[in-house]
Antibody
Framework: EVQLLESGGDLVQTGGSLRLSCAAS????????MNWVRQAPGKGLEWVSV????????YYADSVKGRFTISRDNSKNTLYLQMKSLRAEDTAIYYC????????????WGQGTLVTVSS | DVVMTQSPLSLPVTLGQPASISCRSS???????????LSWFQQRPGQSPRRLIY???NRDSGVPDRFSGSGSGTDFTLKISRVEADDVGVYYC??????????FGQGTKLEIK
């Protein structure tokens, strides 16, 4: 059974930093691209970042480019999101999502971890 | 960037009646291999999103056949043949054709009348 378990969400001050983790199990982790998607309180879904299976290719939404860094440790089956220079508008639930091969879509999502940015 | 526009944004439906959600993209979603990477997700209150449909019309495992997807090019539809109480939540379309810049629709909130 595929499982994705996010952690690391917290209350952080404006301008601060935070690292999120997503522990994966139930599939061959290094075979799949992984994504971060966020959802601000009461709002819709916003794609944040993607990393390919090997970790050599990454891409970011314009809203986080230059401030967030996605990475993965395939030996630990874990995905990360390093966030810096956090702003109030980064407040959201952050989900990790597994890409499904050949469908241009996400077949599994974690339960999410809440990041609150406040002054 | 590809913009995904859903309508309606709010959908009150009587139990047992059909429901339909439209999703339009600002650019064609036909990929160079001929596939169309349009998915539908359901997000029940307090839960993570769950994929229902991928590549326009393919249902995920465990998804009731009351749910169906259709469309082509820039115009897509999610239909629920008979709404049940369990279907309450927000529904999102998402394009993956213009990878890696995935985009979601604004969401359609389905509620029981």
């Amino acid at each position: 059974e595929v499982q994705l378990l996010e952690s690391g969400g917290d209350l952080v001050q404006t301008g601060g930093s935070l690292r999120l983790s997503c522990a994966a199990s139930g599939f061959t982790f290094n075979n799949y691209a992984m994504n971060w998607v966020r959802q601000a309180p009461g709002k819709g879904l916003e794609w944040v970042s993607v990393i390919n299976g090997g970790g050599g290719y990454t891409y970011y939404a314009d809203s986080v480019k230059g401030r967030f860094t996605i990475s993965r440790d395939n030996s630990k089956n874990t995905l990360y999101l390093q966030m810096k220079s956090l702003r109030a508008e980064d407040t959201a639930i952050y989900y990790c999502a597994k890409e499904s091969s050949g469908s241009g879509s996400f077949d599994y999502w974690g339960q999410g971890t809440l990041v609150t940015v406040s002054s | 960037d590809v913009v995904m526009t859903q309508s309606p944004l709010s959908l009150p439906v009587t139990l047992g009646q059909p429901a339909s959600i439209s999703c339009r993209s600002s650019q064609s979603l036909v990929y160079r291999d001929g596939d169309t990477h349009l998915s539908w997700f359901q997000q029940r209150p307090g839960q993570s999103p769950r994929r229902l449909i991928y590549k326009v019309s393919n249902r995920d495992s465990g998804v009731p056949d009351r749910f169906s997807g259709s469309g082509s090019g820039t115009d897509f539809t999610l239909k629920i043949s008979r709404v049940e109480a369990d279907d309450v939540g927000v529904y999102y379309c998402m394009q993956g054709t213009h990878w890696p810049q995935y985009t979601f629709g604004q969401g359609t909130k389905l509620e029981i009348k």
